[in-house]
């Protein structure tokens, strides 16, 4: 069966492209994958999240079932998600926005200050790195270099390689979390 | 082949067009099929090719109805109302048998609709839209890949039967994301010139017309050639109906769910398979010979809430069985503008197998 994990927030966070540059991981070190977005017609503000499901074989829906591994960077992506989690699965919280303590004990939740370790390597706006890096650990679908080198990559790409060093720190400290 | 990159529907449908040759792109923003129009707006240019954003989607078809007559590899593209707008020109491109390739990215509902991922278009595009008595070839793609490998084949229908061909996807394919492998780019300047597409030099009593010049010698051609894209273009895919005592017909998004209620419900013990029409026009009749003699039931299942892909099912089945009767079951989502859920499925088969469920034909 495919694995699920959900990138789930609000619009600005970064969720859909840590769950893009996931899905190119994903792709890069051979797995089949669907990447499905949802997210409402605000580019900041609203509520945002992505379904990245991934195997060896073929994949059936798309869409949101049973979730293997949740992100959940605010209070009511939590809230909305934290149900959807299988029983022994895995939720990362945002420990810098979500107050709430107290979770379902069948899960393993992992509180993790994303916006805190984003801005200690001086990348104010890596929290979705921080993301890809745990959820590269979490999922165990590659060792950190060569999730590093794809990610590095993906910003080439982008015309954007001058934030790599900061970028590839900052995937660390997401993948040590 | 091209090295496997990820995409989504949408950009899929764009950049394989490119690499069959598109020539010549009109249309009409709409959500949620725009990415189409924007990945053309840039590509088009570099490449030299026209692409252009028309002040309105009849004019898009229109101007894609003259562009055809050049023999050029032509598109256009839209959802729900704006498809619904462009079928007087559709009807023109029938009548002159142009080649004309457009996709329609559904919307969900009447009217305006909305952008939910429905199946609310089927019944139009079947049917062939506009006014008049004629066929658009249908195809229905249910993931990236196929939705790219579906528009060069487009192209291969369209030519082949001189056809309208339309690819009808929905919001979910649109917008997933998936690896796709393209295959190799064809220069338009390399394609050959088809005798009847019209150059801009003098017409002389020699040049092939557009229309046969004898006044019954159209219909008949068409009938002829309807009965012969219902014969050859019937495509399919199906899913462990060799020994289901139940099939369910679904195509495009809905048809992945279904692929996972049919794991849950065979774990189960419960004999499900599933047919997966690639092309809703011609409608896979053929597909039913490889059902078992004693199958129990058929059921069709769809994102629109009339069952608007129901009675081809009843058709098929009338077609195939000939000396008893097997009931004909619907299953019409409209969840929430979304597709349903795996769990709800499972429960509107089960509802069906256990004789909740009245049958519909």
Partial sequence: MAKEVVFAGFGGQGVLT?????????????FNLTYMPAYGAEMRGGAANCTVKFGDGKIGSPLMKDVNLLVAMN????DAFEKLVVPGGTMLVNSDIVDRKIFRSDITVVPIPFNTLAREEGNDRGANIVMLGAVVKYTGITDVETAADIMRGYFDEKGKSKYNDANTRTLHRGYES | MSETVLMKGN???????????????????????????EYLSKKMPELGRVCVQADSEITAINMIM????????VLTSSAGPGISLKQEGLSYCAANDLPVVYVD??????????????????????????????????????????????VSLAYELAEKYRNIVGIMTEATIGQLVEPVTFKEAVDPASLPVPSWAKTGKMISSSDEPIKPRIKDAKPKADRAKYFQMKEEVQMWEST?????????????????????????LREEGQKIGMIRPQTLWPYPEKALEELKEDVKGLISLETNCTGQMLPDVALARDLHFKDRHVPVYSCAYIVLDRIPTVMQVVDDIKAIISGQTEEAY
Avoid at chain 2, 16 to 31: K, S, V
Avoid at chain 2, 119 to 127: L, P, S
């Fill in chain 1, 18 to 30: 840590a769950g893009y540059m996931f899905a190119e991981i994903l792709l890069k070190v051979g």
């Fill in chain 1, 75 to 78: 209070g009511p992506a939590t």
């Fill in chain 2, 11 to 37: 950009e899929a449908v764009a950049e394989a067009a490119l690499r069959a040759g598109l020539d010549f792109y009109a249309a009409y923003p709409i959500t949620p099929q725009t990415e189409i129009l």
């Fill in chain 2, 66 to 73: 003259g562009a055809a007559y050049t023999g050029k590899r």
């Fill in chain 2, 105 to 150: 990215v559904q919307r969900g509902g009447n009217g305006l609709a909305n952008m939910g991922s429905c199946q609310t278009e089927y019944k139009r595009e079947v049917t062939g839209g506009g006014n008049g008595d004629y066929h658009a070839i249908i195809l229905a793609p249910a993931s990236v890949q196929e939705t790219a490998d579906m």
């Fill in chain 2, 240 to 264: 462990n109906v060799d020994d289901a005592d139940y099939v369910v017909f679904a195509f495009g998004a809905p048809s992945r769910v279904v692929y996972d209620a049919l794991l849950i």
